[in-house]
Nanobody, 123 residues
């Protein structure tokens, strides 16, 4: 069983930066694909970023490309560095993991989910 816990979300001004962390317990995730998704009020959950099991490939939604960076330490932690934040980045951010080594950008492709961390960007 895998448990994921996100942290790092808070209120920040537009243009600021945050670093989200996802800590796994239960087992190491060195062979898992990891992803970040977000959900704003009244909207569907959307893909933000993903990283392959070995960290060799990363993927980003167009809306965050060039501003967000995903990374992992290949043990139990995955990170999302968010720079140049905009009010439209406001959402609950979720960490997700899947045993498949095929990276997907849809939420259905992930087996394990955290409970989320709130990011609020003020204008």
């Amino acid at each position: 069983q895998v448990q994921l816990v996100e942290s790092g979300g808070r209120l920040v001004q537009a243009g600021g930066s945050l670093r989200l962390s996802c800590a796994a317990s239960g087992r190491t995730l060195s062979t898992y694909t990891m992803g970040w998704f977000r959900q704003a009020p009244g909207k569907e959950r959307e893909f933000v970023s993903a990283i392959s099991w070995n960290g060799g490939s990363t993927y980003y939604a167009d809306s965050v490309k060039g501003r967000f960076t995903i990374s992992r330490d290949n043990a139990k932690n995955t990170y999302l560095q968010m720079n140049s934040l905009k009010p439209e980045d406001t959402a609950v951010y979720y960490c997700a993991a899947d045993r498949s080594r095929v990276v997907v950008t849809t939420s259905k492709g992930y087996e394990y989910w955290g409970r989320g961390t709130q990011v609020t960007v003020s204008s």
